[in-house]
Structures are given as structure tokens and as C-alpha cells.
């Protein structure tokens, strides 16, 4: 049976991290506007898809659904004992390189099954604008398995934020808009996991589109 919520402690250190760090650098130092955050299930398995152009993204996105966002992590940080705890706590999951896709997804369905949202980028990597150019399924297969809602997110600005060379972050205006919740796929064939991955990404460019 799917659990409605975090633990408790994910959600006091999720708080904790927001308000004390994530959303003050974000509506100060980046003058961020966030759209449409009243469209975020609060309780209950999420499948959370976006965009990503910057090392920044995780935790701006996790900042905007405000409930915390599971993130695969490599599997060398889960071997820092006390590190290992905190990122756990915070809903990190650990990916063997070389072999991510399948661990990957056993790890999202674990944290669905525990009454997380699970954040994955659509295209996988970061691109040079932030718009989607070749997304991957993972996101619609693993929504199809728990029939999990999905919920396009768009990142704009964030691949301005570092530039190359630099160090500091740009003090660059950023905006974040949540689009309408996307049901999974019904089977999960090749052309149902296919037209559910272009419906995100098409719905995330179209939001990127609309700029500032």
C-alpha cells in the first residue's frame, strides 16, 4: 500500500533547507517568479518532469513543489557515512553508473511506493538553452508502473546562472512554471510510453517559450 507522505524528518530538513537557503537565493538573488504552484499534489506518488540546463535545477525545483523531490544520486556519495544519512533523509537515491536505467527505476518505484514525488529531466542531461530536444521515457514508463500522475515543470533562466570559467553564480532573473498534471500511460507499449514522453516535453517547451 503507497504511503501519502514523506517521513517526517524529510519534511522538517526539506522545510529547513527551503526557507533558510533555496527560496531566499531564489526570489532575492534571482528574483525568481514561480507560476501555477497551486497545481502541486501535496500528498500522495508524483512524477515530477522538467527541463535542466544547470547544476542549480534540483534544488529550484524541489523548492517550487513545495514538498520535498526524490533525485537519483551517484552511488559513490552513499558510501560517506554521514553524508550517505542526510541525502537519504532528503530523498536521494543511489544510480550505479553503467548500469543507471534499471537501477534507476527500481529506486523511483521504491520512493513512489513510500509517498514521495520523484523528480527526473526529461532529456536526461543538461542542454545549452534548457529546451527538450530528444526526451527519454524513463519518466512515462516509471509513471506507468504506479500510475503516478506526471507534472511538467519549465526552468527558464537557469543555464545563465553559471557561465563558463566563472565560479560565483550570476545574480540572473529565473522563472519557474508548472504546467497541468499529465496522466500515465494507460499500457505501457512502445507508442503509449512515446506519446506520453512528447506530450511532456512539447507542454515543458511550449511554457519555455513563453520567456520571462
Sequence with gaps: MTK????LISLALYHLF???????????YFQGQIYNAERVPQQGPLVVVSNHASDFDPPLLSN?????????????????????????????????RGRADRSAI????????????????????????GRITSPKQGAALIAS????????????????II????????????????????????????????DVTQHCADTINAMHALGR
Excluded at 145 to 160: D, N, R, Y
Design 145 to 160: 508502473k504506479i500510475q503516478a500522475p506526471i507534472l511538467p515543470v519549465c526552468l527558464w533562466g537557469t543555464e545563465k
Design 163 to 194: 557561465s563558463k570559467g566563472q565560479r560565483l553564480p550570476h545574480s540572473v532573473p529565473l522563472t519557474i512554471r508548472i504546467g497541468d498534471l499529465i496522466p500515465p500511460p494507460a499500457k505501457r507499449d512502445r507508442q503509449g510510453l512515446a
Design 64 to 96: 517550487c513543489m513545495r514538498r520535498p523531490v526524490a533525485f537519483m544520486a551517484k552511488q559513490e556519495l552513499f558510501e560517506v557515512p554521514l553524508l550517505s544519512t542526510l541525502i537519504r533523509w532528503y530523498g536521494a537515491y543511489p544510480v550505479n
Design 106 to 129: 527500481r529506486s523511483a518505484l521504491a520512493s513512489l511506493e513510500q509517498g514521495w514525488a520523484v523528480g527526473l529531466f526529461l532529456q536526461g542531461t543538461r542542454t545549452p538553452d
Design 18 to 28: 527551503k526557507w533558510t537557503v533555496v527560496s531566499p537565493s531564489l526570489h532575492v
Design 4 to 7: 501519502q507522505r514523506e517521513p
